[in-house]
């Protein structure tokens, strides 16, 4: 099959399959008794244009040094030769006898060989320019491999002058192919390495200069400056080889995370394959420096290695690697010991190198088995986040009775599992209510699953249980959000005072008592503070983030970076520390700290963003009120660090309550909106300064009355800034409506006797009474009699009736299921004055009749192609209505992400009607219809996403 991946193959194939669709309906069209037309002129107008690709190609041919563009590009263009003359001879055939079979035939085959053939060229050529970058890339990767043998300044000097170059060349053909690719992700993971790159080539120089200048100064603090140096190797090194692998990329799949097994696997495997060289290089030298990148290339080659076998799907590729990676651990210690003690040239340690050298080709060939397979198996594994998590399990629930191979109660008792680890860092009565629904969701899965292991998934008493799990799945997702809301307004509060705290430390004078305790005392505060919020980023992206993708990712990404980098900032506060007369380690420091603090406040930012803004400023809130009441009972006490202590933490709250209000207003081109929040925030943040001054006086004679109510009076007013801050975000984000309400139940199917006997019914609970708080949201609650306009009933749309003649879709039938799963998130809106949402319910039929078309459950290549026409067209209407949307929408954030998705969908509308030509031209033979799947499912994913982001305006 074709692929796309660059916009010169798309513009290239694209006028080729519309061409080719036409002679398939020509010859479908004869098939029914109809005449051929006389083909001659176009014929002959394709032969032209097939003689000036071929001598052009051979003429690349015979001026490339490429070898493998040598050997692949010929056949390519032998068969499109073969093509253009299976045409031409078909042409001559059908003058003669416009209703020849033969002629027919040859004419069909023509047509795929031009279209495959053209494709297979254009592939060929493309891959050679890949291999042009990829040799700039390591030609750079070879230059970082010598940075162990720089040992002064001059050969500083040198390192950098001849790395420059060469590093400036491929950040030049990176950027210039990233523009040049059409699948948006490959574009950005490109952008975002080749960023890294850019951003630790100063740390790089700095770390080598760091290392000189310590190891001529007398040699304290020289391991950590290797450390930190090895370490910027290793993470530019892995930066460039994931460029490598990106580069290579052909396809993508919209349902395709990073975190997925199969995309894990495949880059340890990349590491692994560009680690190689270093550690061939480290195994053959005897004398080589113990510890040095060689030594850590093997190692990390393992490490990798274990990430693949954790992720095999079979027990044998698993055991396999893990077996022979023990072996290679074991070996690998045994030389590093034989070469500590100046043996490296003894015949047991050159047996043992040669020994290792042979057993780490043989796992790298266990690792490229194990991704091979992995990827062959095709296994659905349960999504990366509670609420991917949820929905698989709703779709479970919603037909138990159906085999999903155990998916759903997979996923219903993964969120389970979330639920009790959330739980576990919670106290008082949150933890009990959070682990009581996890138990109650546990208890009513089990319930159900041995109902679907005893073949009564489609009793009643099944869907009575499936209908309350989904509520109780619901109802935790909501309450693990809630907690996670509460734990990022705790944690982060603060993000610099530990890092400060590290620094005073690292350059406190020299003859100050207790300088050494003091320094290690903050720098494991400062480790335990980086870890603590990176684990709860990590907690909000695996479930308080939604399912939004690149949020969740950028995420685990940039915690992961928090978790590298503050090893190394301890590290180079280690050597400052040591070295505190040495300028390069402190201008080497700062660089590090300002590494970690970008990260950190892209972290912060990054997680505000995936926390709701009125739940936070409504947590902030009620940790203010705590704060106060400790406050209050440190004046009770006469204890003024608790005083200090805790009016600081309502401080640093209220100034959260600013940052986030701040990010809301920046993120608006409402003015109406825009200044509301700014008289909010002007006045809350008038009001911390005499609340801090008051708190500093009452510190200093915590029995004074008169100051405590100075400070009373002065923290009353923050707390009414922080009130009214959240009255006016309340105002602009009102509480979401459910967006996927329960379905009515089938009346025909429910017993009340099967409810008691299953322990399910209960009597409704008396209504919550009036609440009387003055600071209950402004806006009163709507008339209970007043019917909300959304969702409307199913039965308004002809589009709804229509797709209930298409039948359920088997696990065997991922496009019907893409279109089912599209459907049932547009039905929630009805399509009368509503031009997206008719649009997006005629992509879903359409995909719907794509699936039996593409399966050969009736149709005609002809519908083949028409359908896929109509989808691109369709999404088409979609892209250009959401566009409009886009413009009136005052949300950047909201605004930008839509466009996003809108440049996504016409790139895969073309995919899909070049891919639907290719597989109507294969005449009776099935084949496989793999990227169709893929394209169609794309499809799904940006043509929900579109519709989901325009009806949240």
Not at 51 to 70: A, F, P
Request: with cysteine; charged share 25%; aromatic share 4%.
């Amino acid at each position: 099959m074709p692929v796309f991946h660059t916009k010169t193959i798309e513009s290239i194939l694209e006028p080729v399959a519309q061409q080719v669709s036409k002679l398939v309906i020509l010859h479908e069209e004869a098939e029914d008794g109809n005449a051929m037309p006389d083909l001659a002129r176009p014929v002959q107008a394709v032969k032209l244009a097939v003689d000036n690709l071929v001598r052009v190609g051979r003429e690349t041919i015979s001026g490339s040094e490429d070898q493998i563009l040598k050997q692949d590009m010929p056949p390519a263009l032998d068969r499109v030769e073969e093509a253009s003359s299976l045409l031409l001879g078909a042409s001559q055939m059908l003058r003669g006898d416009p209703f020849s079979v033969p002629a027919r035939k040859k004419l069909i085959e023509g047509s795929r060989g031009i279209l495959q053939g053209t494709s297979a060229l254009l592939l060929a050529f493309d891959e050679s320019e890949v291999r042009k970058i990829i040799r700039i890339c390591k030609n750079v990767l070879e230059y970082l491999a010598i940075t162990e043998v720089v040992e002064n300044m001059e050969d500083l000097v040198t390192f950098v002058k001849n790395l420059s170059p060469i590093l400036t060349k491929m950040t030049k053909e990176v950027d210039a192919r990233e523009k040049e690719l059409t699948h948006q992700v490959h574009r950005e993971m490109l952008a975002r390495s080749l960023e890294q790159v850019k951003t630790l080539t100063p740390v790089l120089i700095s770390g080598i200069k760091i290392f000189i200048t310590t190891k001529q100064q007398g040699g304290r603090g020289t391991p950590q400056a290797q450390e930190n140096r090895d370490f910027v190797v290793r993470k530019m090194s892995d930066e460039i080889h994931e460029i490598i692998r990106v580069l290579q990329l052909t396809t993508y799949d919209e349902d395709e995370w990073e975190a997925d097994d199969l995309t894990v696997m495949k880059k340890a495997q990349s590491g692994i394959e560009g680690k190689m060289k270093r550690a061939a290089d480290w195994l053959l030298d005897p004398h080589a420096v113990m510890g040095g990148v060689g030594e850590k290339s093997v190692r990390h080659i393992l490490d990798d290695a274990m990430k693949v076998a954790e992720r095999c799907v079979s027990p044998r590729d698993r055991e396999d690697i893990t077996r022979m990676v023990d072996n290679i651990t074991s070996m690998v210690d045994g030389l590093a010991e034989l070469r500590a003690n100046d043996q490296g040239n003894s015949p047991q340690a050159v047996a043992l190198a040669r020994g290792i050298q042979q057993q780490l080709g043989q796992l790298q060939d266990l690792v490229k088995r194990a991704v091979a397979n992995n990827e062959r198996s095709e296994v659905v594994k349960p999504a990366h986040t509670v609420t991917g998590k949820v929905e698989q399990a709703r779709r479970w629930l919603q037909n138990p009775g159906m085999d999903d191979g155990g998916l759903g109660e997979e996923a219903s008792r993964l969120v389970v599992a979330e639920g009790r680890r959330i739980a576990a860092s919670l106290h008082g009565p949150e933890r009990g209510e959070l682990l009581h629904l996890c138990d109650e969701t546990e208890h009513l899965t089990n319930q159900l699953a041995d109902l679907c292991r005893k073949g009564m998934g489609n009793s009643p008493q099944a869907k009575a249980i499936a209908r309350n799990l989904a509520d109780k799945l619901r109802e935790l997702e909501n309450k693990i959000q809630s907690a996670l809301v509460n734990q990022v307004a705790d944690d982060f509060i603060d993000i610099a005072s530990p890092l400060k705290q590290l620094s005073d430390a690292a350059v406190a004078p020299i003859n100050m008592p207790g300088r050494d305790q003091n320094f290690d005392d903050k720098s494991r505060k400062f480790e335990s503070h980086a870890q603590k919020l990176a684990n709860t980023a990590k907690l909000v992206a695996a479930a308080g983030a939604g399912n939004n993708k690149k949020t969740v990712q950028a995420i685990d990404t940039t915690a992961q970076q928090i978790n590298d980098l503050t090893p190394q900032v301890v590290r180079a506060a280690t050597v400052l520390f040591m070295n505190p007369q040495n300028q390069a380690s402190a201008e080497h420091f700062e660089l590090m700290k300002k590494q970690w603090t970008d990260n950190m406040e892209k972290l912060r930012g990054l997680v505000d963003e995936a926390t709701d803004t009125v739940a936070f400023i409504k947590a902030a809130e009620e940790g203010i009120r705590r704060d106060t009441e400790r406050t209050e009972d440190a004046i009770k006490h006469g204890d003024a660090p608790g005083i200090v202590t805790n009016t600081s933490n309502i401080a640093r709250r209220a100034n959260r309550v600013l940052q986030v209000a701040q990010q809301e207003a920046d993120n608006s081109e409402d003015p109406g909106f825009v200044d509301r929040v700014g008289a909010a925030t002007e006045n809350l943040r008038s009001s911390i300064a005499p609340m801090v001054q008051n708190a500093k006086i009452l510190a200093s004679n915590p029995r004074d009355p008169t100051a405590a109510n100075n400070w009373r009076k002065a923290n009353n007013r923050l707390i009414d800034g922080v009130k009214d801050v959240r009255h006016v975000v309340e105002q602009e984000f009102p509480p979401p409506q459910d967006a996927f309400p329960v379905p009515p139940p089938d009346m025909s199917q429910l017993n009340l006797v099967d409810h008691i006997s299953a322990g399910l019914f209960t009597p409704p609970p008396p209504p919550a009474p009036p609440s009387y708080q003055q600071d209950a949201p402004p806006r009163p609650p709507l008339p209970t009699s007043t019917v909300p306009p959304r969702p409307p009933p199913p039965e308004t749309d002809d589009e709804d009736e229509t797709m209930m003649h298409f039948p359920m879709p088997q696990a065997n039938q991922p496009i019907m299921m893409a279109a089912h799963a599209l459907h049932r998130e547009v039905k929630q809106w009805s399509s009368k004055d509503n031009e997206i949402i008719a649009a997006a319910k005629r992509m879903a039929l359409l995909m719907a009749k794509l699936s039996q078309l593409v399966r050969g459950e009736g149709g005609s290549k002809k519908d083949l192609i028409a359908t896929a026409k109509k989808i691109a067209e369709a999404s088409e209407e979609v892209t250009k209505l959401a566009k409009l949307l886009a413009r009136e929408c005052t949300d950047k954030r909201m605004r930008t992400n839509l466009l996003q998705v809108c440049e996504r969908i016409p790139t895969i509308g073309t995919q899909l009607k070049i891919l639907s030509t290719v597989k109507a031209t294969m005449l009776g033979a099935q084949g496989k219809s793999k990227v169709i799947v893929i394209a169609t499912n794309n499809y799904w994913c940006l043509g929900n996403t579109s519709v989901m982001s325009c009806c949240c305006f």
